[in-house]
């Protein structure tokens, strides 16, 4: 494939909610300055960026993470071991290769941002299709910008200030962090609401109060007008700006009949503000 500089042409957009494909780019091989700018510059308009027909080792994949800053050496609580400079593994399948369908607190079904119980989240992560049932699978994206945007006014006054105590769903014995209800993204200065699976209260608001405005919150944030939805193709690297987006899988799928395999980097944020 000729390595094209990104031009508007080769730019699709997804959905209203967000979403963009960028076609005609080898991202197995090193980047340009020009080509980098327009890829950072996409996800940063568009928050989910699409690159089909992809053929990736787990090396290369690392290498075109690190264009976008310090890659995290390992992103999940079971699996592989951690290994340095790859993509990691994520997958349906068992220690012996049998697909499973793992439905837990912690599991990818629920809306959450990734890692959000860490001091400083991560900024984006990307997968790469590897292996795909014959159908379903999908993954969804609801925009988090245009969910605070369309906040009435006095929600927005009601909210601002508060900060959310996260804490690791899969195991709460860990340490969590708290940040901002609405964060303000360090790129677009644009707001969002950053909530999610692993929130677990509001500091200063009685538990119950809390709950019921996280759950109200994540009602209206995950209605169906921010949500993109992306129906995997194999080769397809995705990679999304968890800074101003909540994600979940979807298991419209037979999880314990097909092989669902991803390759994951995973690039590190700095503290929400
Ligand atoms: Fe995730």
């Known amino acids: 494939m000729p390595q094209l500089t990104v031009q508007l042409d080769t730019?699709?957009?997804?959905?209203?909610?967000?979403g963009v494909a960028i076609t005609g780019i080898?991202?197995?091989?090193?980047?340009?300055?020009?080509?980098?700018d327009s890829i950072?510059?996409?996800?940063?308009?568009?928050?989910?960026?699409?690159?089909?027909d992809q053929a990736l080792t787990r090396e290369q994949q690392f290498a075109f993470?690190?264009?976008?800053g310090e890659v995290e050496a390992?992103?999940?609580?079971h699996g592989e071991r951690k290994r340095y400079g790859v993509a990691h593994v994520m997958s349906n399948l068992d220690d012996n290769g049998t697909p499973r369908?793992?439905?837990s607190k912690a599991a990818n079904y629920h809306w959450h941002t990734d890692?959000?119980?860490?001091?400083?989240p991560p900024m984006l992560t990307m997968l790469c299709a590897v292996e795909l049932p014959p159908e379903g699978g999908d993954t969804e994206f609801a925009n988090m910008a245009q969910a605070y945007a369309a906040l009435p006014e006095a929600t927005k006054r009601r909210i601002a200030g508060l900060r959310v105590a996260f804490r690791p769903a899969f195991d709460a014995s860990r340490p969590g962090a708290d940040h901002p209800l609405v964060r303000t993204h360090p790129d677009t200065g644009r707001k969002s609401l950053y909530i999610g699976n692993h929130s677990t209260h509001i500091l200063g608001l009685p538990e119950g109060e809390g709950a019921a405005l996280l759950g109200d919150l994540l009602e209206h944030a995950t209605q169906r007008k921010f949500v993109y939805t992306h129906d995997w193709r194999a080769g397809d690297l995705v990679m999304w700006d968890n800074r101003c987006l909540l994600h979940r899988?979807?298991?419209?799928?037979?999880?314990?009949?097909y092989r669902r395999v991803m390759h994951r980097s995973v690039v590190r944020g700095t503290v929400p503000f």
């Not at 950072?40 to 089909?52: G, K």
């Open 11 to 18: 730019l699709v957009r997804l959905s209203p909610a967000g």
């Open 26 to 36: 080898d991202l197995s091989r090193p980047l340009s300055p020009e080509q980098k």
């Open 40 to 52: 950072v510059a996409a996800f940063l308009a568009h928050h989910v960026v699409v690159f089909p």
């Open 65 to 68: 993470a690190a264009n976008f």
């Open 74 to 77: 390992h992103g999940g609580h």
């Open 101 to 103: 369908l793992r439905i």
């Open 115 to 120: 890692k959000p119980y860490q001091p400083a």
């Open 249 to 257: 899988a979807v298991a419209n799928y037979e999880a314990d009949k």
